[in-house]
Structures are given as structure tokens and as C-alpha cells.
Nanobody, 116 residues
Framework: HVQLVESGGGSVQAGGSLKLSCAASGIIFSSCGVGWYRQAPGQEREFVSRIRGDGTITYAESVKGRFTIARDNAKSTLYLQMNSLKPEDTAVYYC???????????WGQGTQVTVS
């Protein structure tokens, strides 16, 4: 049974920081590409960042230079350090794991980030 459990969301003022975590179980985490997406109210889910299986890291232009993705394979945990947060970063943030040709196979339940 695959589980991805996000934590670390919350409310913060503009310019502040948050660190999201995503604990994975039921998968061989070290073999999977992993990533973060977000969905703001009334908008479609959008890509934030990912780490491919070969270690390649990609960021959305909107978060480049402010967010940092990292993984700890020993802990089967994915992280997203978010600095210099803006109100437009307000969204539900989802972690995803194990990339296929059509996208990620597994998704977490999401964690709310609110920037005021």
C-alpha cells in the first residue's frame, strides 16, 4: 500500500519561509522520481519542482531561486524549502512519486500553504 504524507504547511506572512515534508512508504523511494505540485483555489494543479531518478532537478520559473527541493532516500522523505514566500504561492501543495510516461503514479493528500 503506497502512502505519501505531506506535512509542514501553514500560514505565513509574505517574505517568510516554510519547509514541506513528504514521507513515503510502500515504494522503493530511492528508485523513483519525485516532485511537488500545487493547486490554488479555482486553478488547475501546476508543477512546482521535481527530482528525476537520475538526480536532475527542475523548478517552475515562478519559484526558481526561492524554493529548494531535496530528498533523503534513507528516510524515504521528500522536502521543499520555500523562502521569500509571496501571496501568489498560496495553494494546496501535493507531493508525487514514481514518474511514468504519462505522469506521476502516486500522490499525497496535500498540505495547505497560505501566504498573506
Amino acid at each position: 500500500h503506497v502512502q505519501l504524507v505531506e506535512s509542514g504547511g501553514g500560514s505565513v506572512q509574505a517574505g517568510g519561509s516554510l519547509k514541506l515534508s513528504c514521507a513515503a512508504s510502500g515504494i522503493i523511494f530511492s528508485s523513483c522520481g519525485v516532485g511537488w505540485y500545487r493547486q490554488a483555489p479555482g486553478q488547475e494543479r501546476e508543477f512546482v519542482s521535481r527530482i528525476r531518478g537520475d538526480g536532475t532537478i527542475t523548478y517552475a520559473e515562478s519559484v526558481k531561486g526561492r524554493f529548494t527541493i531535496a530528498r533523503d532516500n534513507a528516510k524515504s522523505t521528500l522536502y521543499l524549502q520555500m523562502n521569500s514566500l509571496k501571496p501568489e504561492d498560496t495553494a494546496v501543495y501535493y507531493c508525487a512519486a514514481c514518474m511514468s510516461l504519462t505522469g506521476f503514479l502516486y500522490w499525497g493528500q496535500g498540505t495547505q500553504v497560505t501566504v498573506s
